[in-house]
């Protein structure tokens, strides 16, 4: 059973603080900042924001819809985040 002061998001804080590598030790953001560079690699970055983050869902749009569809999103803006970083040697 968990304390009742840590609601079990303790590791994510964790994960998101400390610096992103992969199993080599070698820089993610940068891998990332590679696989998304030239004309294609932004075209892809492009359909993936506009099929996320520029979509809108109608106000009847069921719960399932509605977290299907932020989680989507909140995996599009890491990526764009990753890359972001990558880009910027950080």
Known sequence: MS???D???GWFEKA???EITGEAGEDVPARFARCFSGVDG???LSHLAEMTL???LGANAHNGILRHLEGQ???VSY???LVRQGREGK
Do not use: C, K
């Open 73 to 75: 999103r909140y995996l």
């Open 42 to 44: 932004e075209a892809a």
């Open 79 to 81: 990526i764009m985040g």
């Open 54 to 56: 520029a979509r809108p």
């Open 3 to 5: 304390n009742s002061s």
């Open 7 to 9: 609601p079990g998001w």
């Open 16 to 18: 998101m603080s400390e």
